[in-house]
């Protein structure tokens, strides 16, 4: 069933039979398109955030939309679902000009939207949630209970899942909850579905189910409209891809037509072997000594006796799937998590468990959820770099506002972090820039080891490229890297040794030059391999 | 200027003043500085209106008595408001100044008893000094239970406000110390000073409340500790996470609450000259309000110290003016809830040009 990486095999893929991959704005009208926006334009005060955009989505195919942090996806996602109206232009569906001027109008067209945060109740079942707002009712004006659990146990039967509609959806892993809020929005008669970056969250398995249920509804033709940065998993499940560059359309073809490369050329106009960056350093001394540190869980361990260390001059990357334990061995380490076990920094013991002291001793931990652990979200870029350094810039017991603009501003050139001033609002930046604020506040505590946990998630290609260049930059500079990715291409594009996380345990321990895909793979599934083969 | 959101709100309008000029019209300008400086506005629209109807109220003795009414509820409010800015609430304030007051004013009226049947007699000094210490150890026991035992805000600080009330009540089995006048031989004179005395034509109580008032505005602007305050009300894990002790942080601003109350309940009990269990009653109320008029942010994060003084005065010359042009005061009630309800609105309409501005 998923096999949509020979893209021969989809009939639509083998109907196109456009002869340049970079047709842009070009292709043939013969392929039925669903939805088509027509020059759409959109203006914030002075600022277009879309500029005479012209997009497609064909019929009962997946309509991949990718492009930078700031490019106009998400702008045009809203336009499409309602929740924003265009300055200019028109939306086309089936042929016909219509207008969504809110989202539940668009809804009643067939136009169903999945946020990249979960729109759920935890507190309630899974049955209430894909009823939410659109109860059914029996003669009495009672909800009808058993109606809805009978209809979500069909529409989750739909998605090929066995999930109990009563079941409180707080209680289901992110992957069934993301399956949920699909259920939710195609038991409404959706025929074209927007998808704003719904594997952001899931584990590889976990995205493996969601795109076989891509699969089934392109059969039962629903047209998916997708947006995403993962370059691998676009390439397999789409069949168009369209580029959006600085809010203007730059290409359009289908997938088979195109390569990675090209693509992220399209995006960012350069390839992408200049993304990461790394050039092993020469390594020093150890710098983290980590000795049997577990983490209590039930009903195992969240981390589990687990023993490593860091170099100076070293990155060290940590790959693993979502619930291995990654994120817990960083909280323990910054002192955020209880824990047992010993840490050592560059010779110093970690005596006290908390986040003050584990700084002091010089580690500094960049969190893998920068809104809900990184930034204090109403205070300046000032405050926001400043935070962890406060004591470093008083006079007299007093906060030196010059001063402290003149610090914030030198950090900020240093990351050559876009702002507006460092008085602006920390949320007025993008995520990558507001990424590197949180990278500039833990730099300022002079770490000697810097902890990344999913440095680059969510941020453009150009922030990454950033990241990436600091990361080699610090361990030139005789810093401990440590950082935990998702992103295979990412740990074994940027680390010299890599870690390999599963159940809480590390299953692998590989230079660079022994690190390849298949070895990692294994290693992150390897509790279960060794039960399959003993 | 009255209720800008916190200290940095000031810093950004200054530093790049054109960006958001170009973009947006100049009504919606002029709609957001009339937004930010609502509270202020109605301070000076209830001054005008009620020296037009009653030639009493613009004159500078009432508007002393005014002030020396508002600077009890500013005493409060500023407590109040480092608790709110780290997200939490306060409603124990009312009866800290409540026990504070009464042990005071024990301590005045009979000494210490000790068990052995002697009686030990503090100076006034001393006297005040004691109170404002059984303040912020009240308001310490609030910080232990919202960060040792995890109690919500708002529960631990109504168990303190009976708890607190009925300690006051036990000191004097519910009777009232009526004579705090002290004699020259204990050195417990003077203590009617507080609240009954001026200073070159200023009654002292409104001096005290400048100096509490300076003081909060510095440490909430210019100390790495009230930066802290606000970070933890922004985002307490974040704040976690770059290295700030929250739970320290977070019992200090209910001893400070605490101490503040403890000084407001002895101005009280000084003004009255006798010291009585009920003194402060529901203040807490009037404290809060206050904050919330002058744009605290009940989630944490936002607000100011000059933004919480200006809701002081507004709440206090508005009942003051009702009172001396003669409304019922049952109409008083109704004019105050609806001026609350009113600045909230009003605070969220700011926020909704705010952000029509930003994006």
Redesign the interface.
């Known amino acids: 069933m998923t096999e949509p990486t020979d893209p021969a095999e989809t009939p639509i893929a083998s109907r196109s039979g456009t002869p340049a991959a970079s047709d842009a704005a070009g292709t043939p009208s013969t392929e039925p398109t669903a939805l088509v926006a027509e020059e759409i334009t959109k203006s ?4 277009h955030a879309l500029r005479g955009v012209t997009f497609k989505a064909r019929t009962g195919a997946v309509n991949v939309l990718v492009g930078e942090n700031g490019a106009g996806k998400s702008t045009l996602m809203k336009i499409l679902s309602g929740a924003e109206q265009p300055t200019g232009g028109r939306i086309l569906l089936d042929g016909e000009p219509v207008e969504f001027p809110t989202p539940r109008e668009a809804l009643a067209h067939g136009i169903g939207i999945i946020h990249q945060e979960l729109s759920l109740f935890p507190n309630l079942s899974v049955a209430d949630n894909i009823f939410a707002g659109r109860e059914l009712h029996n003669r009495a004006h009672l909800t009808s209970v058993a109606e809805q659990r009978r209809r979500a146990r069909s529409a989750l039967a739909r998605l090929r899942q066995d999930i109990d509609p009563d079941t409180l959806v707080g209680d289901l892993p992110i992957g069934s909850q993301q399956l949920v809020e699909i259920a939710r929005v195609l038991s409404q008669n959706v025929r074209i579905l927007i998808m704003d970056e719904p594997t952001s969250a899931l584990s590889n398995a976990e995205v493996d189910v969601l795109f076989e249920v891509m699969d089934d509804l392109r059969e039962q033709n629903v047209t998916v409209i997708y947006i995403s940065h993962k370059l691998e998993e676009f390439r397999r499940i789409g069949d168009y891809v369209t580029v959006l560059r600085d809010g203007a359309l730059v290409a359009e073809a289908s997938m088979d037509r195109t390569d990675t490369a090209w693509i992220v050329q399209q995006m960012v106009g350069r390839s992408q072997d200049s993304l990461f960056t790394r050039s092993a350093s020469r390594t020093g001394d150890v710098l983290l000594a980590v000795e049997n540190l577990s983490v209590p869980g039930k009903p195992t361990p969240l981390v589990d006796d687990v023993s490593f260390n860091v170099k100076a001059g070293e990155i060290v990357g940590i790959y693993g799937l979502m619930g291995a334990g990654r994120t817990e061995l960083m909280e323990a380490l ?1 002192g ?1 998590r209880h824990h047992t076990g010993t840490i050592q920094v560059d010779g110093r013991r970690a005596v006290d468990g ?3 002291g584990r ?1 002091a001793l010089g580690l500094a ?1 960049v ?1 893998e959820d920068r809104q ?9 870029v ?2 926001n770099l400043l ?2 350094t ?2 470093t ?2 006079r007299h ?3 030196s ?1 010059a001063r402290e603009r003149r610090v914030a501003t030198g950090q900020v050139k240093d990351l050559r972090i876009k702002v ?6 920390v949320t ?1 930046l993008s995520g990558g820039n507001q990424q590197k604020v949180i990278l500039g ?1 833990a730099l300022r ?1 002079d770490p000697k080891v810097l902890l990344l946990d999913e440095p680059t998630r969510g941020i453009d290609i150009g922030a990454k490229t950033e990241i990436f260049r600091i990361m080699s930059d610090l361990a030139d500079k005789g810093l401990g890297v440590l950082f935990v990715s998702s992103e295979l291409a990412e740990v074994m594009g940027m680390s010299d040794r890599i870690l390999v996380m599963a159940r809480g345990r590390i299953t692998a321990d590989l230079p660079r030059g022994e690190a390849t895909e298949e070895a990692l793979v294994n290693a992150s599934a390897s509790t279960t391999v060794m039960k399959v083969s003993p | 200027m009255s209720t800008s ?2 200290p ?1 709100a000031k ?2 309008a ?3 003043p054109a ?1 958001p000029a ?3 019209g100049s009504g919606t300008r002029l709609a957001m500085i009339l937004l930010q400086g609502r509270t202020l506005i109605v301070l000076v629209a209830l001054v005008i209106m009620f020296s037009l109807i009653s030639s009493d109220y613009l004159t500078t003795s009432n508007l002393l008595l005014m002030s020396k009414h508002v600077s009890i509820t500013a005493l409060l409010a500023i407590g109040v408001t480092f608790v709110i800015l780290t997200g939490g609430i306060d409603l124990s304030v009312g009866s800290i100044s409540g026990l504070a007051g009464m042990i005071s004013g024990g301590l005045l009226y009979e000494g210490l008893k000790l068990p052995g049947g002697d009686t030990v007699w503090f100076s006034t000094v001393m006297v005040i000094v004691i109170g404002i210490l059984i303040g912020a150890a009240v308001g310490a026991i609030n910080g232990l239970l919202v960060t040792k035992l995890k109690v919500a805000p708002f529960i631990a600080t109504l168990g303190v406000l009976y708890a607190a009330r009925g300690l006051a009540d036990l000191r004097s089995k519910g009777g009232t110390f009526p004579n705090l006048a002290g004699t020259p031989a204990r050195h417990n004179t003077g203590f009617n000073v507080l609240g009954g005395k001026s200073w070159i034509g200023v009654p002292v109580a409104i001096w005290i409340m400048i100096v509490v008032a300076a003081l909060a505005i ?1 440490v909430t602007t ?3 500790f009230g ?2 305050v ?2 933890v ?3 307490e ?9 929250t739970s320290r942080i977070k019992i200090a601003v209910y001893i400070i609450s605490g101490a503040c109350a403890a000084l407001a309940g002895l101005i009280l009990t000084s003004e009255l000259g006798a010291a009585y269990p009920d003194t402060a009653t529901t203040y807490e109320l009037n404290a809060i309000a206050a904050a919330v008029l002058g744009g605290t942010a009940l989630a944490g ?2 607000g100011s110290i000059i933004g919480t003084l200006v809701g002081a005065f507004v709440i206090g010359f508005l009942s003051d003016g009702l009172v001396l042009v003669g409304v019922s005061s049952f109409w008083q009630l109704v004019v105050k809830g609806t001026v609350i309800v009113l600045a909230v609105v009003l605070e969220q309409t700011q926020e909704r040009v705010k952000t029509r501005m ?2």
């Open positions: 914030y005060g002075g600022v910054i955020m908390r986040v003050s700084l931990l969190p809900r652990d990184g930034l204090v979200q109403a205070l300046s000032r405050a935070l962890s406060l004591n810039l008083t017991l007093l906060l506002p507006p001033g460092v008085d602006a609002q007025q506040r505590t | 959101t916190e940095e810093g950004s200054a530093a790049e960006a170009d973009r947006v510095i210019r100390t790495p930066r802290r606000y970070a009300g922004g985002n894990r974040a704040a976690e996470l770059a290295g700030i002790r994060g936002k930003t994006t």
